[in-house]
Nanobody, 114 residues
Framework: VQLQASGGGLVQAGGSQRLSCAVS????????MEWYRQAPGKEREWVAS???????NYADSVKGRFTASRDRAKKTMYFQMNGLEPEDTAVYYC?????????WGQGTLVTVSS
């Protein structure tokens, strides 16, 4: 099983970026599909979870600006980020939490310039 994150890059403050996370292989016992981020010099933090029924929970810091979604047919997660701020600069990680373990993507860097 591999999670391949992509879509990071340099964006100006106020801009948008969409991240993708393609899943290869078969995963069973999925509980949630998640996005995390790690800013320079800080610990990794949770930002969003897609629940089995499709609803999404967000960290307060991104609520109203970011939207997580999934396409089951394409086995891909998406993270639409609007209204980006310099404080959103981080390596973004996708993850799939199962009853057995958590699978992590390799991370993709988003840099927001002021």
């Amino acid at each position: 099983v591999q999670l391949q994150a992509s879509g990071g890059g340099l964006v100006q403050a106020g801009g948008s970026q969409r991240l993708s996370c393609a899943v290869s292989g078969s995963i069973t016992g999925i509980k949630t599909m998640e996005w995390y981020r790690q800013a320079p010099g800080k610990e990794r933090e949770w930002v969003a979870s897609i629940l089995p029924n499709g609803s999404v929970n967000y960290a307060d810091s991104v609520k109203g600006r970011f939207t997580a979604s999934r396409d089951r047919a394409k086995k891909t997660m998406y993270f639409q980020m609007n209204g980006l701020e310099p404080e959103d600069t981080a390596v973004y990680y996708c993850a799939i939490n199962t009853v057995y373990r958590i699978y992590w993507g390799q991370g993709t860097l988003v840099t927001v310039s002021s």
